[in-house]
């Protein structure tokens, strides 16, 4: 429903429909895995693109349209910690280290950048993919909002309220996203055979993952590869390193997940910067966006994954701007 709205804001205008996709995507990743964000917006811009009869692999707005649902939702699972693992990872290591770190030390850290991004993936898709088309259909199809979807809309406005008013009540963000299950249940908006449908492989990766961290930290090895980065970096500043951690989780991701590089990746960086002696709650979130941000390949995030399925991009066309040769003017 709430797509729907922000899509019709829009108008018929191709460029602005690429940014409200992306607007929707993004803003809705921040909440729920941006897998579910990717999953749930990507048929909307599938039906406008068939709609219009843009043809997969050939249309550069369909390219467009379906890579701002894949980046929208990877860029917006870092506006907050619930957004993405690796966020929620680089929590408890931050809280194991002595500082009290929740929902809002994360958002006021992380929701701008995740802005500047978002405008940015716009600004870089119409220039890549310059849209074939100035104007585009859509459903003339009025929606509206039912009971069940007003339930939904208030426990999640509940929700976010107690996560961004943590340090005022002292609920911890992790007790509060139990708040949303138990009212869920108690409206029977959730039974008991959707708490079946959880997705305990996930769960369990993320707990291998913490595991992993875990050993790495209690074998040193963690402080040895720091010892060995601090040499790299000294002297040059703490502008230097933050760019130099998250380049280096970018490119970690390239080979291998975000979760597995953010269980490998941030006990080196406590690490660094206890030897450094710097705020390990912004030295770790700089290094837990970076492994998050894996634009290149369609393995790299699953948002990239869903938008390599439809069929209008293919991977060198993710990874770079060949796909619009002969329309971006040269």
């Known amino acids: 429903f709430i797509a729907f709205k922000i899509l019709k804001k829009s108008g018929t205008s191709a460029r602005l429909t690429v940014l409200a996709l992306l607007i929707t995507t993004t803003f809705l990743s921040m909440c729920i895995s941006n897998s579910a964000a990717a999953a749930i917006i990507m048929p909307i811009a599938i039906v406008i693109l068939v709609k219009n009869n843009l ?7 369909g390219k467009a349209f379906v890579l701002a649902v894949g980046f929208g939702a990877t860029i917006g699972g870092i506006g907050t910690i619930v957004g993405s693992t690796p966020n929620i990872i680089a929590a408890k290591f931050i809280n194991d280290a002595g500082i009290s770190y929740g929902f809002f030390d994360w958002f006021y850290r992380g929701f701008p950048f995740m802005l500047v991004l978002m405008f940015l993936a716009w600004i870089v898709l119409m220039f890549l993919f310059k849209p074939e088309v100035k104007q585009i259909q859509k459903a003339d199809k009025e929606l509206k909002i039912s009971k069940e979807q007003l339930q939904v809309l208030g426990i999640f406005a509940l929700t976010i309220l107690l996560w961004v008013t943590e340090s005022i009540h002292g609920i911890k963000s992790s007790n509060v996203s ?15 055979d959707d708490f079946k449908k959880v ?17 790495i930290h209690s074998v ?13 970096v000294a002297g040059k500043g703490l502008l230097f390193l933050f760019l130099m951690l998250g380049v280096f989780g970018v490119l970690l991701t390239v080979f291998i997940s975000n979760t597995t590089a953010a269980a490998i990746y941030l006990p080196i960086v406590v690490a660094l910067a206890s030897s450094f002696g710097i705020d390990p709650a912004t030295t770790i979130t700089a290094a837990a966006i970076g492994v998050s941000l894996d634009f290149i390949f369609p393995f790299g995030t699953p948002p990239t994954a869903i938008a390599y399925g439809t069929g209008y991009v293919n991977t060198k066309e993710i990874a770079t701007n060949q796909g619009c040769k002969g329309i971006v003017p040269k």
């Open 220 to 232: 040193a090895l963690d402080a040895k590869i720091a010892s060995l980065l601090a040499g790299m």
């Open 55 to 61: 043809i997969p692999g050939k249309s550069n707005l």
């Open 178 to 192: 139990l708040v949303p299950i138990i009212l869920f249940y108690f409206s029977g908006l959730l039974s008991t």
């Open 199 to 215: 997705d305990w492989p996930t769960l369990i990766l993320i707990g291998g993952g913490l595991a992993l961290g875990f050993g």
